[in-house]
Nanobody
Framework: QVQLVESGGGLVQPGGSLRVSCAASGRTFSNKAMGWFRQAPGKEREFVAT????????YYAASVKGRFTISRDNAKNTMFLQMNNLKPEDTAVYYC?????????????????WGQGTQVTVSS
């Protein structure tokens, strides 16, 4: 497993942008697919975006496609989520996760390492 720490959350106005980061420890980061999930109050955790081990392939939830961009820097053991045109419904705690395999996946149970989460609030 890897240890994951998110950062970069905060308060932003509707239509604004924010970039959250996920720093990983351990030498296996570059061998693993990674993902972002989010959980709003009173709702279940939901998939947001995922990226394969090399960064060559990504996949997004329909609700964020075209607004969010997932990326990674394996040399720095870091993953990012650039969020543009944010909406109030994007308000949630955002979690990064490391998968068991190099191939990207949207399934929560295929991830075995999770960060503690970072709060993103979209409000005027």
């Amino acid at each position: 497993q890897v240890q994951l720490v998110e950062s970069g959350g905060g308060l932003v106005q509707p239509g604004g942008s924010l970039r959250v980061s996920c720093a990983a420890s351990g030498r296996t980061f570059s061998n693993k697919a990674m993902g972002w999930f989010r959980q709003a109050p009173g709702k279940e955790r939901e998939f947001v975006a995922t990226i394969n081990w090399s960064g060559s392939t990504t996949y997004y939830a329909a609700s964020v496609k075209g607004r969010f961009t997932i990326s990674r820097d394996n040399a720095k053991n870091t993953m990012f989520l650039q969020m543009n045109n944010l909406k109030p419904e994007d308000t949630a705690v955002y979690y990064c996760a490391a998968a068991r395999s190099p191939a990207y996946t949207t399934f929560t149970d295929r991830y075995d390492s999770w960060g503690q989460g970072t709060q993103v609030t979209v409000s005027s």
